[in-house]
Structures are given as C-alpha cells and as structure tokens.
C-alpha cells in the first residue's frame, strides 16, 4: 500500500505541473471500481507520452483538478485503490 501511495503522489505531483482543458470528467456517473480503471488507463497513457499529458487527460474527459480529486479519491478507498495497483503499470 505505501508503494501506491508513492506512485500516487508521484502521478499527482506530475500531472498537477501540466496545463489541463475545461472538461467536466467523463467519470461522474461510474463506480468507483470504474473510475479507478479510467484513472489507471489515464496514468498509464500519460506514462508512456508524457509530453501529451494535456491531451491524454482532455480525451479522457479530465481536467488536472477533476484527475487530481480522482487520485485522492482513490488513495482513500481500498477497493479503488486495488483496482487501480492491478491496472497501472510499473
């Protein structure tokens, strides 16, 4: 769980330093176990192009603020944050 919540930060501290868009989030009607997937997916495009940051996050219908709260959300849930370890990639 303390590697998790590392790489959390790790993932929060790197999307907070790039520019987001104005998307409402495309996660508001999911479950949580859904928007932990989508998180995970989301961090692991940005990973393998960090440069399209600011267009990985729009696509997937996030702002840094909506994906930061997400990542929080998720640290603070024990089932989101399992599904999420199972999906991110190292």
């Known amino acids: 769980m303390r590697v998790l919540h590392v790489a959390l930060a790790a993932l929060i501290a790197a999307?907070?330093?790039t520019a987001g868009g104005k998307g409402a989030?495309?996660?508001a009607a999911a479950t949580p176990v859904e928007?932990?997937?989508d998180a995970a997916r989301t961090?692991?495009?940005i990973a393998n192009r960090p440069a399209a940051a600011d267009s990985i996050l729009g696509a997937a219908g996030f702002t840094r603020e909506t994906?930061?709260?997400l990542l929080y959300d998720i640290a603070a849930d024990s089932a989101m944050?399992?599904?999420y370890a199972s999906i991110k990639t190292r």
């Open 67 to 69: 994906y930061q709260q």
């Open 43 to 45: 961090a692991n495009a």
């Open 35 to 37: 928007r932990a997937r």
């Open 81 to 83: 944050s399992a599904e």
């Open 15 to 17: 999307t907070a330093c």
């Open 25 to 27: 989030g495309s996660t």
